[in-house]
């Protein structure tokens, strides 16, 4: 069974950004129930009453996994 470009989206993305943004998925959907969640412009996009409500845009030139100062400076 192959995934969907918006699940493959999820999937694709390193720990933790792959956990806060599925709980940010989540979070978003529970807060009505005429959210809902396509994948559009090649990234996830939450669309309330047919109209765009937000999307979900990474920066893969950032990481929040990053090293401490201490880490770095050893």
Request: proline share 3%; net charge positive; with cysteine.
């Amino acid at each position: 069974m192959t995934l969907r470009a918006i699940d493959q989206y999820y999937e694709s993305q390193q720990e933790p950004n792959r956990s806060c943004l599925i709980a940010l998925r989540d979070f978003i959907l529970s807060l009505d129930n005429g959210i809902s969640h396509e994948w559009k412009y090649h990234m996830p996009m939450f669309v309330y009453k047919k109209r765009m409500l937000c999307y979900i845009r990474t920066d893969q030139r950032r990481n929040i996994n990053r090293r401490s100062s201490e880490e770095r400076n050893s």
